[in-house]
């Protein structure tokens, strides 16, 4: 039983270049989520998901884009990637939302020169 | 929307003694409050949580109360080990047109000294 699986665990990006990070849930989770984490800032809530075919924005949303195209997979995909992103992404799932614990994946480490 | 705050950002505790982190939170219809702990490298994994029908949960050294009428809720640890020095976040929920999600706080890096 894997859990959260995130690839890959580490990318350098040019700015202007465009990428796509993979989550992968084997828990049967409704909920997924995706983070950005900088020092001293948390976890901050870029998109998540509440069931497959369906997508929300978080807290800092602007320049990201998601799909949820089937209930085990949650794609983050920066289309022109700024130094501004360069960041921890950590995506999470839960069985469902509310009072349901986020189960976290390892995280990728994005640079963006 | 909901703003977690939580103090202090660093604390540093001799081993053996107890370790406390504090978080408010501003939205009423918050109803899950878990904690994490975050070793460095590493993924956010969950230690404790507490709903909001309870006032407190204790699990071996570590435990959480909460007080829903004035907004806080508060971590503590006793018998510190330096295995316990980590970041730790506090988080609560939040609810929207598009569902339920999380706030988290800024986190506390805690170092337990021998």
């Known amino acids: 039983n894997a859990g959260v699986t995130q690839t890959p665990k580490f990318r350098v990006l040019k700015t202007g270049q465009s990428m796509t990070l993979l989550c992968a849930q084997d828990?049967?989770?409704?909920?997924m989520y995706w983070y950005r984490q900088d020092p001293g800032m948390g976890l901050r809530l870029i998109h998540y998901?509440?069931?497959?075919?369906?997508?929300a924005k978080g807290e800092v949303p602007d320049g990201y884009n998601v799909s949820r195209l089937k209930k085990q997979n949650f794609l983050l995909g920066l289309e022109s990637a700024a130094p501004s992103q360069t960041s921890v992404y950590f995506c999470?799932?839960?069985?469902?939302?509310?009072?349901?614990?986020?189960?976290f994946g390892d995280g990728t480490r994005l640079s963006i020169l | 929307g909901e703003n977690v705050e939580q103090h202090p950002s660093t604390l540093s505790v001799q081993e053996g003694d107890s370790a406390v982190i504090k978080c408010t939170y501003s939205?009423?219809?918050?109803?899950?409050f878990p904690w994490y702990k975050q070793e460095l490298g590493k993924r956010p994994q969950l230690i404790i949580d507490?709903?909001?029908?309870?006032g407190e949960k204790k699990d071996q050294r570590i435990a959480v109360t909460l007080n829903k009428t004035a907004k806080h809720f508060s971590l503590h640890i006793t018998e510190t080990q330096p295995e316990d020095s980590a970041v730790y976040f506090c988080?609560?929920?939040?609810?929207?047109?598009?569902?339920?999600?999380?706030?988290f706080g800024k986190g506390t890096s805690l170092l337990v000294t021998p």
């Open positions: 998901s509440v069931g497959e075919g369906t997508t």
């Open positions: 999470a799932s839960s069985a469902t939302g509310g009072n349901q614990p986020q189960h």
């Open positions: 988080a609560a929920s939040t609810i929207s047109n598009s569902g339920y999600a999380l706030n």
């Open positions: 828990m049967n989770h409704e909920y």
């Open positions: 507490i709903r909001s029908n309870v």
């Open positions: 939205d009423s219809a918050s109803n899950y």
